[in-house]
């Protein structure tokens, strides 16, 4: 029986040296010192409120310009979103090209009434 009362206090006060060495952490890397701070006086202010949104913006009404002649552009006289009118001027074109385009139809005119005149005399 003395061996079952010796037993029965040594496992326990084993079982506790046993947990109680495994409870204890390894020793890891030291801690940092503690960092220096600035206090600062709260106030009340009042507060901007500002958003930010990023979008795209689309026209309701939109147009499709296709121009009557061909030319060099040369100036443009609105800005974009600028509202025009029916008739308003928009861009201007190279006038040596429109010069040349009236030169030759003016030509041609006077090279077909010089052909009509021809044919009433004959």
Same mark, same amino acid.
């Given at each position: 029986?003395r061996?079952?009362?010796?037993?029965?206090?040594?496992?326990?006060?084993? @079982?506790? @040296?046993?947990?109680?060495a495994?409870?204890?952490?390894?020793?890891?890397?030291?801690?940092?010192?503690?960092?220096?701070?600035?206090?600062?006086?709260?106030?009340?202010?009042? @507060?901007?409120?500002?958003?930010?949104?990023?979008?795209? @913006?689309?026209?309701?009404?939109?147009?499709?310009?296709?121009?009557?002649?061909?030319?060099?552009?040369?100036?443009?006289?609105v800005?974009?979103g600028?509202?025009?009118?029916?008739?308003?001027?928009?861009?201007?074109l190279?006038?040596?090209?429109?010069?040349?385009?009236?030169t030759?139809?003016?030509?041609?005119?006077?090279?077909?009434?010089?052909?009509?005149?021809?044919?009433?005399?004959?």
């Amino acid at each position: 029986m003395r061996t079952q009362v010796w037993w029965t206090r040594a496992f326990p006060l084993s @079982l506790l @040296l046993g947990l109680g060495a495994c409870a204890q952490r390894p020793a890891g890397p030291p801690a940092f010192p503690p960092l220096p701070v600035q206090l600062q006086v709260v106030t009340l202010q009042p @507060l901007q409120e500002v958003t930010d949104y990023i979008g795209r @913006l689309e026209s309701r009404k939109s147009v499709v310009l296709k121009p009557k002649q061909e030319g060099q552009v040369t100036a443009i006289a609105v800005q974009p979103g600028q509202g025009v009118k029916a008739g308003a001027t928009l861009v201007q074109l190279e006038p040596d090209r429109q010069q040349a385009v009236v030169t030759n139809s003016q030509a041609l005119v006077a090279a077909n009434q010089a052909n009509v005149q021809t044919a009433r005399q004959t």
